[in-house]
């Protein structure tokens, strides 16, 4: 199984921030990776497929970059609505698995 | 609009089996692979199962093969997951998702409010 490691596990950030998170993959996955915002008692909502395609509708603050193993969203300028969990998560192979989260709180 | 709506949670005894289904609208449900993930409470997502198109193809993480059936009804735009012997580590909230395109791009753009299932005795 491809394991999926995002760090870090807890961000800390201001409103207008930029801000990184990485997610590192066991073994090559080209770009077939996902990142996934969360909040508390939602659904996830895909904010990033394919490593660097928006969703249509997601705001431009969010992109995704990488490829092979080692990935990153970037939010360019934080937004109170970005305080969440994020996720990212692999599909070249089954089973299908997701990074443990990242947290992004208020500092 | 693009909705998913699951139903069929609830409490069961180890050992014990439900059905979960989910009932999609505002697409063509026979067009997109289909997804069930779950999300024990305070922990991450975990994917369980999909299904393609026409059912002919499904795939399973390893905990629950052998336990879990996923299955979809096109005629109803229904998606389903009969889960037998069910252990105490199944408790989730489970959620159905879309495959983000029609050609088997396994990310997920549209998912439900999901539904809580508790095993204990």
């Known amino acids: 199984d491809i394991q999926m490691t995002q760090s870090p596990s807890t961000l800390s950030a201001s409103v207008g921030d930029r801000v990184t998170i990485t997610c590192r993959a066991s073994?090559?996955?080209?770009?077939?990776l996902a990142w996934y915002q969360q909040k508390p008692g939602k659904a996830p909502n895909l904010l990033i497929y394919k490593a660097s395609s928006l969703k249509s509708g997601v705001p431009s603050r969010f992109s995704g970059s990488g490829s092979g193993t080692e990935f990153t969203l970037t939010i360019s300028s934080l937004q109170p609505d970005d305080f969440a969990t994020y996720y990212c998560q692999h599909y070249i192979s089954y089973p299908l698995t997701f990074g443990g989260g990242t947290k992004v709180e208020i500092k | 609009e693009v909705q998913l709506v699951e139903s069929g949670g609830g409490l069961v005894q180890p050992g014990g089996s439900l059905r979960l289904s989910c009932v999609a609208s505002g697409f063509t449900f026979s067009s997109n692979w289909m997804t069930w993930v779950r999300q024990a409470p305070g922990k991450g997502l975990e994917w369980v199962a999909n299904?393609?198109?026409?059912?002919?193809?499904?795939n399973y993480v390893d905990s629950v093969k052998g336990r879990f059936i996923i299955s979809r009804d096109n005629a109803k735009n229904s998606l389903h997951l009969q889960m037998n012997s069910l252990r105490v580590g199944d408790t989730a909230v489970y959620y159905c998702?879309?495959?983000?395109?029609?050609?088997?791009?396994?990310?997920?753009?549209?998912w439900g409010q999901g539904t809580l299932v508790t095993v204990s005795s």
């Open positions: 998702a879309r495959d983000t395109t029609k050609s088997g791009d396994h990310s997920y753009d549209y």
């Open positions: 073994q090559s996955i080209s770009t077939w």
């Open positions: 299904i393609n198109q026409d059912g002919s193809d499904t």
